[in-house]
Nanobody
Framework: QVQLVESGGGLVQAGGSLRLSCAAS????????MAWYRQAPGKQRELVAR???????DYADSVKGRFAISRDNAKNTVYLQMNSLKSEVTAVYYC??????WGRGTQVTVSS
């Protein structure tokens, strides 16, 4: 059974930090690019960051320098460290495998 399960979201004050985790089934994790997307109310889903199997990363301009994506290939898990949070990053954050599988998302709410 293919699974992507996000965790780590929650309510945090502006300026705070959160670390999201996404545990994936090995069949969709191993060797593949993994990514984090987000969707704010009334907006389209957008790419936040992605990471290759070898660890190369790519970020949306709006999060460069504040967010960091990483992966633990032994644990089939990808992370998103989010620092200096602002209210505009409030959204549901989704994990995605290059093969087209999505998690159900985890809510991140930043209060100002």
């Amino acid at each position: 059974q293919v699974q992507l399960v996000e965790s780590g979201g929650g309510l945090v004050q502006a300026g705070g930090s959160l670390r999201l985790s996404c545990a994936a089934s090995r069949s969709i994790f191993s060797g593949n690019v993994m990514a984090w997307y987000r969707q704010a109310p009334g907006k389209q889903r957008e790419l936040v960051a992605r990471i290759t199997w070898g660890g190369s990363t790519d970020y949306a301009d709006s999060v460069k320098g504040r967010f960091a994506i990483s992966r633990d290939n032994a644990k089939n898990t990808v992370y998103l460290q989010m620092n200096s949070l602002k209210s505009e990053v409030t959204a549901v954050y989704y994990c995605m495998s290059q093969l087209g599988f999505w998690g159900r998302g985890t809510q991140v709410t930043v209060s100002s």
